[in-house]
Structure formats: structure tokens, C-alpha cells
């Protein structure tokens, strides 16, 4: 097992390409790519011990990655950016 802070440091690497990728609305928005980046951050939580927080932060970023496919105006987009976003900072 690696250790834990390399672990929530890779996790906030792919969440921060989510928010690259998704934040810049005059592109379309490269949902595959994002949804590579979002399981392997969901996938990187297994790796570790998750405190009571980690896993709040875990069951929010698996409730926004289900809303990916879901079609967003630009601002509803620049809102659940944020929300990944918001995950990443209180990692």
C-alpha cells in the first residue's frame, strides 16, 4: 500500500484535470476523458484508509460523476465544476 498522502495527492491531480477539462466552456465538453479522470480518483479512495470525511468526499464525487453524461447549459456546467472542485480543495 502507498502512502497515504500520495495516494490523496493523485487523487487531486485527476480531479484538477476534471476541473481543466470541464471549466472551459468555450470547448466541448470532453466527457470521456472526464470520466477516466473521476474513476480513477474514485478508484484511488480503495487504496486507502478513508477518515469519515474522505468517505463523505468519496460518496459526493461518486454522485457527481453520474451527472457527467447528463446534458448542462454552461452554467449548470460551471456549477458541478465547482462542486469537483470543491471535493479537491477539502481533500
Known amino acids: 500500500m502507498r502512502d497515504k498522502q500520495f495516494v490523496i495527492n493523485s487523487i487531486k491531480m485527476d480531479l484538477h484535470r476534471v476541473v481543466n477539462a470541464a471549466g472551459d466552456i468555450t470547448k466541448p465538453m470532453p466527457k470521456q476523458s472526464i470520466k477516466e479522470f473521476l474513476n480513477h480518483a474514485l478508484d ?40 469537483v472542485m470543491t471535493v479537491r480543495c477539502r481533500l
Open 44 to 83: 484511488n479512495f480503495n487504496k486507502i484508509e478513508p477518515t469519515n470525511l474522505e468517505k463523505a468526499l468519496k460518496t459526493q464525487l461518486a454522485a457527481l460523476s453520474t451527472k457527467v453524461d447528463t446534458p448542462m447549459d454552461p452554467h449548470k456546467r460551471l456549477l458541478w465544476t465547482e462542486d
